[in-house]
C-alpha cells in the first residue's frame, strides 16, 4: 500500500523511531539532541526528522493524538518503512499516590476501553505488552542515568475529557495500572500484528483526582529526562 501520512524517502527513515504525540516535540528533539538532523516528512505538518544521537541514526517523529492517529502512523512506519523498533515518548495522567507528578512510567503493558485489538484479536481479548528487549533496555537505561522510575501496566483511555469514574480510579489501583494515556494499547497491538518491537514511556503531567497538573516549565524538565533514557536506549541498541 503506499504511505498517506509520510513523504520521506524510504532511506530517510532509520530503522529505529522515537514518536512523541506532538510533532513539535519531535522538532524539539531533533534540533536539541541530535547530530545532523534534517527534516524528512511534512505532510499534515507531522514533522519528521532524521539524524544521529552517539554515532546511531535515529528518526523523531510524531503519532497525533489517540489510538488511531498513532496506529496509522505507527502501520506505514512498519509496513511502508521497514521500521523494526518504537518507542513512545508521551504524557499521562496518574490515580495513584505511589506514582506522583513528574514520575517516569515505563508501560509493560496496556489495558484499555477500546475496542482496537480486540477487533485485531477477533473477538478475544489481547494482552498488549512491550518487546522484552526494548522495555529491558529503557529500565537499564532509566537505571544508568538515575531517573527515578516505575514499571507498570497503563490505561490507553479513548477519552481525553472522560466522565469522572471514582470507581474506574478504584479499580485501576486494585489491580496496580496507576496512569492513563490514549495510545500505547494501539500501539502495542499494531507493532504485534505487524511483526516490530514496541516500547513505551510516560511522564506524569497530570495528577487526575487532585486535579493538579505540571507547570510548563517542569513538564519540559520531566520530558527532557524521559528523551535521555529513550536516546540512551537506542544508542546501546
Not at 507498570?152 to 496512569?179: G, H, I, Q
Request: with cysteine; glycine share 6%.
Amino acid at each position: 500500500m503506499p504511505a498517506f501520512v509520510f513523504n520521506a524517502e524510504p532511506e530517510d527513515v532509520s530503522d529505529t523511531v522515537i514518536m512523541p504525540g506532538d510533532p513539535l516535540r519531535a522538532k524539539y528533539i531533533a534540533e536539541t539532541y541530535l547530530d545532523d538532523a534534517r527534516q524528512i516528512t511534512d505532510v499534515r505538518n507531522m514533522l519528521g526528522f532524521t539524524g544521529h544521537y552517539e554515532g546511531k541514526r535515529i528518526t523523531i517523529v510524531g503519532h497525533g493524538m489517540g489510538i488511531p492517529s498513532a496506529t496509522l502512523y505507527c502501520s506505514e512506519l512498519i509496513l511502508e518503512y521497514g521500521v523494526k523498533r518504537l518507542i513512545r515518548v508521551g504524557s499521562c495522567g496518574t490515580i495513584s499516590d505511589k506514582v506522583p507528578l513528574r514520575s517516569l512510567v515505563i508501560a509493560m503493558g496496556a489495558s484499555t476501553d477500546s475496542n482496537c485489538n480486540r477487533i485485531r484479536f477477533k473477538g478475544h481479548d489481547f494482552a498488549a505488552i512491550a518487546d522484552f528487549n526494548l522495555l529491558e533496555n529503557l529500565v537499564n537505561a532509566a537505571r544508568t542515568l538515575k531517573v527515578e522510575h516505575h514499571v507498570a501496566n497503563v490505561f490507553t483511555s479513548d477519552y481525553f475529557y472522560p466522565p469522572e469514574n471514582t470507581e474506574m480510579w478504584a479499580t485501576m489501583e486494585k489491580y496496580n495500572v496507576p496512569v492513563v494515556e490514549m495510545e500505547i494499547a494501539g500501539i502495542y497491538g499494531t507493532a504485534a500484528e505487524y511483526g516490530a518491537a514496541a516500547a513505551a514511556m510516560c511522564t506524569v503531567s497530570d495528577d487526575i483526582k487532585n486535579s493538579k497538573a505540571l507547570t510548563v516549565e517542569e513538564r519540559q524538565t520531566s520530558f527532557d529526562e524521559m528523551i535521555k533514557v529513550a536516546l540512551r536506549t537506542v544508542a546501546q541498541l
